[in-house]
């Protein structure tokens, strides 16, 4: 079975600073990860996903993780933090080697303070 | 990616009635959609997996007479909570599965049971 630990419900950063947001994964087979961003009272919005291809992936906003077999980790990070990225972090697995069913970690929250 | 459409955005019901939860995939024929569940300061949860024209599967412990899904047509997944109950109350949100492209998220649906 998949599952996913975020190390970390609360990050705080100051604005400018790196943001460095942990994501272990377990995984039977070889995962498809994702990472999300929710804002309050609204949807996911995919930040970016590893589907087997580049180990370094690039998303929107200037973020980008990197998928690590043999620590079995993608973390999420960002060289400058904005005030506009504090929100909810999900990471999340979708197992069997494909797009299945998706299992979130429990989240992250970032705040960004000046 | 779809773009996916879930109504309504927030409800207000009272203790013992029903209510439905649409979520509509506007681009996209998807012959498989989620639904999740999230508690306040929580992750999500994944309720069930909807299958267009068959019966859908439901995660362990939900209860499948309360959570009635429906996935008549390839644009269409419902979610009805039967005799709810303030326990039911939460932010609730679908996914489309976009084929090879992953997964769109709805923007969600509070409801709150009264």
């Known amino acids: 079975a998949q599952s996913v630990t975020q190390l970390g419900s609360h990050v705080s950063v100051s604005e400018g600073a790196l943001v460095l947001l942990r994501c272990n994964y377990s995984?039977?087979?070889?995962?498809?990860l994702f990472w999300y961003v929710q804002y309050p009272n609204q949807g996911l919005q995919l930040l970016l996903k590893?589907?087997?291809?580049?180990?370094l992936v690039k998303g929107i906003n200037g973020f980008e993780a990197e998928f690590k077999k043999s620590e079995t980790s993608f973390h999420l990070t960002k060289p400058s933090a904005h005030m506009s990225d504090a929100a909810e972090y999900f990471c999340?697995?979708?197992?069997?080697?494909?797009?299945?069913?998706?299992?979130f970690g429990a989240g992250t929250r970032l705040a960004v303070h000046p | 990616g779809a773009v996916v459409s879930q109504h309504p955005s927030w409800v207000i019901c009272k203790s013992g009635t029903s209510v439905k939860i649409e979520c509509r995939s506007l681009d996209f024929q998807a012959t498989t959609m989620f639904w999740y569940r999230q508690f306040p300061k929580q992750s999500l949860m994944l309720m069930a997996t909807s299958n267009e024209g068959s019966k859908a599967t439901y995660e362990q412990g939900v209860e499948k007479d309360k959570f009635l899904i429906n996935h008549a047509s390839l644009t269409l997944s419902t979610l009805t909570v039967t005799s709810a109950h303030p326990e039911d109350s939460s932010f609730y949100i679908c996914?489309?599965?976009?084929?090879?492209?992953?997964?769109?998220f709805g923007s969600g649906t509070r409801l709150t049971v009264v």
């Open positions: 996914s489309v599965l976009d084929g090879g492209n992953g997964y769109t």
């Open positions: 999340a697995v979708s197992g069997s080697g494909g797009y299945n069913k998706l299992i």
């Open positions: 995984s039977s087979v070889p995962p498809y």
């Open positions: 590893y589907t087997s291809a580049a180990t």
